[in-house]
C-alpha cells in the first residue's frame, strides 16, 4: 500500500511530511491519520505545516500505517524495547514488538545496547507496522573504544545508516551544550540520560561544543531526504524529584527550542522529550514551558515519575504522571514498566507498561474531551450493568486478563452467564439489585408513604 505512495515521490530533494504540507498538499499520509482520528484533511495537514504535530514516516518503512503525534489528535504512547549487552535476542525482541503492537503501543522504540543492533532494527522494522524509533548514539558508540573516540562523522553515518533501514524517528541529544555541564551541580542523580552523558563525557574529554549541535545542519538535511522526525532528547531531564525544574533542565530546554525551529526552517518534523521525574504538583508548568519555549512542537514525555520510592511499580507511579502530562498538553507518553531502574525489561514487563500507559493516555483524552473518547467506556459500562461479560472482555484493554481475572474464582457453569462475580455473589451484587429496583419501579411507579 505505502510503497506506491513513496514511489510517487522519487527524484524529490525533500520528502517530509512539513515539506508536502507547506506547499499545500495533502499527503495519502494526511488523509490515512485523518480517518484514524477522525478529523478533516485539510485539518492534518495545516497542523503538520505549522509543526504541532508530526507524521513520522521514514520513505523506506513501507510496512507502516501513518499515525500522527500532536495536541490535535489522540494522546499516544510510546513502548520501548531492544537488547543489552547482558541479555535479549531477534526473537525475543520481536515478541516484545508484537506485543507492544497488538495491545496498542503507538510507536516503539528500538533502544538496543547490545549485539547485532543492525539484525535487530532490520527484523523490528520489517515486522512493524507502527513507527520505529531509535537513539543513534547508542550504536555509534558500539564502533569505537571508547566514548572520546566518537566523531561528528561519525555520528552522522550511524544517522544515515539508520535512515537508510527506514527508521521513522531518532532521538539526537542536540541540546545539551559545554555550558550546561555546571548546571548539574547539586543534583541527586546527575546526567541520568544515557545519551546525554555520553555526550558530556566527550565533550568534557575534548573541550569542544556538542558535536550534533555544531553539525546541527548536516543532520537536518539527512532528515529531508529520508523524512526522518527528529526526537530532541532531553538530556538533563531530572532523573528523581529532587532535580527537577532546575537550572540545566530548563537551560537545555532554551536550546531544544532554538533547534526546534531550526529544523522548521528546513521543513523536517520534530517532536521534543521532556521529563522525567517530576512532582504532581509541576507537572502542568513542565508542560506549559515546553509549549512556549518550543513553539508548540509536540512535547513527547517519559512518564513522567510522581514519586521515587517504588522500584518494582513504577509503571504506575509514571501512569499517574502520564495522566497529568496527557492532560496537561503532552502529544505522547513513553512508557515505563515494573523493570525501570531494575533490569532489562522482558514481555511480560512490556505488557504491564503498554497497559498502563493505554489507561494514561485514555484518561487524558476523556479529560480533553476528545470526541468520541469515552464511548467505549460508555459501552463497557452497559455490557456490565447486563452482565455481558464476553462483551465487557471485548471492550477492555486487556481482554486475556480481564477473562482469566473474572473466571479464576467461579464455577466453570457460571462464567458465561452468572449475574454476579465473586466479589459479591448473588445477594450482595448491587447490579443485580438496581435492576429489580428498576423493574419494580417500572412496574409499579413508587410513593412516599407517611
Not at 307 to 331: C, E, F, R
Amino acid at each position: 500500500m505505502r510503497a506506491a505512495w513513496i514511489a510517487k515521490r522519487h527524484g524529490d530533494t525533500c520528502v517530509t511530511q512539513m515539506h508536502y504540507a507547506r506547499q499545500g498538499k495533502i499527503t495519502e499520509e494526511m488523509v490515512w491519520v485523518a480517518k484514524r482520528e477522525q478529523l478533516e484533511p485539510e485539518f492534518i495537514r495545516s497542523e503538520v505545516a505549522r509543526g504541532r504535530m508530526i507524521i513520522p514516516a521514514n520513505c523506506n518503512h513501507p510496512e507502516l500505517e501513518p499515525m500522527a503525534i500532536g495536541i490535535g489528535a489522540r494522546c499516544k504512547i510510546n513502548a520501548n524495547i531492544g537488547n543489552s549487552a547482558v541479555t535479549s535476542d531477534v526473537d525475543e525482541e520481536l515478541k516484545k514488538l508484537h506485543m507492544s503492537v497488538h495491545l496498542g503501543a503507538d510507536t516503539v522504540m528500538d533502544l538496543s545496547t547490545g549485539g547485532n543492533i543492525n539484525g535487530i532494527r532490520s527484523a523490528i522494522l520489517r515486522a512493524s507496522p507502527v513507527p520505529i524509533g531509535t537513539v543513534p548514539i547508542y550504536q555509534a558508540i558500539q564502533s569505537v573504544a571508547r566514548t572520546e573516540d566518537l566523531s561528528a562523522d561519525l555520528l552522522l553515518e550511524v544517522v544515515e545508516h539508520q535512515a537508510q533501514q527506514g527508521v521513522d524517528y531518532m532521538t539526537i541529544h542536540a541540546g545539551i551544550l559545554f555550558a550546561h555541564l555546571p548546571l548539574v551541580e547539586g543534583r541527586i542523580t546527575g546526567i541520568v540520560s544515557r545519551g546525554g552523558s555520553l555526550m558530556a563525557q566527550w565533550m568534557l574529554h575534548h573541550r569542544k561544543e556538542n558535536p550534533f549541535y555544531e553539525r546541527y545542519d548536516d543532520l537536518l538535511e539527512i532528515c529531508r531526504r529520508y523524512d526522518v522526525s527528529l526526537s530532541l532528547g532531553d538530556s538533563l531531564r531530572p532523573g528523581c524529584l529532587h532535580d527537577a525544574s532546575d537550572r540545566a533542565q530548563f537551560a537545555e530546554l532554551d536550546t531544544l527550542g532554538e533547534l526546534t525551529r531550526r529544523a522548521w526552517a528546513k521543513d523536517v518534523q520534530v517532536m521534543v522529550e521532556g521529563p522525567g521525574h517530576v512532582p504532581m504538583d509541576q507537572i502542568a508548568m513542565n508542560v506549559q514551558r515546553q509549549i512556549e519555549v518550543c513553539s508548540e512542537a509536540p512535547f513527547y514525555v517519559l512518564g513522567p515519575l510522581v514519586t521515587d520510592i517504588a522500584p518494582g511499580y513504577d509503571h504506575i507511579t509514571s501512569a499517574i504522571g502520564a495522566a497529568l502530562a496527557g492532560w496537561s498538553g503532552a502529544a505522547m507518553l513513553c512508557y515505563v514498566t515494573p523493570k525501570e531502574h531494575l533490569g532489562l525489561p522482558d514481555v511480560d514487563d512490556v505488557r504491564q507498561g503498554v497497559i498502563a500507559y493505554k489507561i494514561a493516555a485514555h484518561a487524558a483524552d476523556i479529560a480533553r474531551h476528545r470526541p468520541g473518547a469515552r464511548d467505549r467506556d460508555d459501552e463497557l459500562s452497559r455490557a456490565r450493568f447486563k452482565f455481558d461479560w464476553n462483551r465487557q472482555f471485548e471492550l477492555s484493554l486487556d481482554p486475556d486478563t480481564a477473562r482469566r481475572m473474572h473466571d479464576a474464582t467461579l464455577p466453570e457453569e457460571y462464567f458465561k452467564s452468572a449475574e454476579f462475580c465473586s466479589m459479591c455473589g448473588p445477594k450482595f451484587c448491587s447490579m443485580r439489585i438496581s435492576q429489580e429496583v428498576e423493574a419494580y419501579l417500572a412496574a409499579s411507579p413508587a410513593t412516599v408513604t407517611t
